[in-house]
């Protein structure tokens, strides 16, 4: 069953460091997602991404956070300097249509802890 | 503003045993309902959601939710637990004013013990 996939598992970084996280969504699907959720906290939507734009993001996306889909198949987020509060599990989904009725995949995440 | 509210963050039930997850939305209008389970080292898989039709849903595993408007609620229920069954589980809400986004519960942690 097609998965999405996401790497590298856990990225421990330093304060101030630029990280990327990867994702591979699933092959056909058109509409890509990050959420992430801070220890103990509520999962939060970051940003959705459809035809090579952002089409939606919250106000934690602020001007730290880049999503691009370099190639056809993976989607990244980039967090330019990291702060100690951007430390979280970070998920990324995908969904072959947009519409809030359409099933999100997500994938097993990115732990990211940054010191 | 959407919220979701899941007043228990943990919940021990002995295996066979019945399953109730407590599920509550703030919402402004019609709402998008949806059940996630999350195993250790695993993604977030759906269980269920509702959009719209008869309150009482099916779905994967056994689990079935009911939705109540007059409660704002979504409860997730099993007749009887299975030790896999373990495993955190989140309810989100979505809207289609609101685009594509989900909106989660703080998550529910199931302990099964035999």
């Known amino acids: 069953e097609p998965e999405v996939t996401q790497t590298p598992s856990h990225q421990v970084t330093q304060m101030g460091q630029e990280v990327i996280l990867r994702c591979v969504p699933i092959?056909?699907?058109?509409?890509f997602y990050w959420y992430r959720q801070i220890l103990g906290q509520k999962v939060e939507f970051l940003v959705s991404f459809y035809n090579n734009e952002i089409s939606e993001k919250s106000e934690i996306f602020d001007d730290q956070f880049s999503v691009e889909r370099p190639d056809g198949s993976n989607f990244t987020l980039k967090i330019r300097s990291t702060k100690l509060e951007d430390s979280a599990m970070y998920f990324c989904a995908s969904n072959l249509r947009g519409g809030i009725s359409y099933e999100q995949y997500f994938g097993p995440g990115t732990r990211l802890t940054v010191t | 503003a959407q919220s979701v509210t899941q007043p228990d963050i943990h919940i021990t039930v002995s295996e066979g045993a019945s399953l109730e997850l407590r599920c509550n939305y703030s919402?402004?209008?019609?709402?998008?309902l949806f059940w996630y389970v999350q195993s250790p080292g695993q993604g977030l898989q759906l269980l269920l959601k509702?959009?719209?039709?008869?309150?009482l849903v099916q779905g994967i595993k056994g689990f079935e939710a009911e939705f109540k408007r007059s409660q704002s609620s979504f409860n997730l229920r099993k007749p009887s637990v299975h030790w896999s069954d373990a495993a955190e589980y989140f309810c989100?809400?979505?809207?289609?004013?609101?685009?594509?986004?989900?909106?989660f519960g703080a998550g529910t942690i199931l302990r099964v013990k035999s």
């Open positions: 919402y402004g209008a019609t709402p998008y």
């Open positions: 509702y959009f719209s039709g008869d309150t």
């Open positions: 092959s056909n699907h058109l509409y």
């Open positions: 989100a809400v979505g809207e289609k004013e609101y685009g594509n986004k989900l909106v």
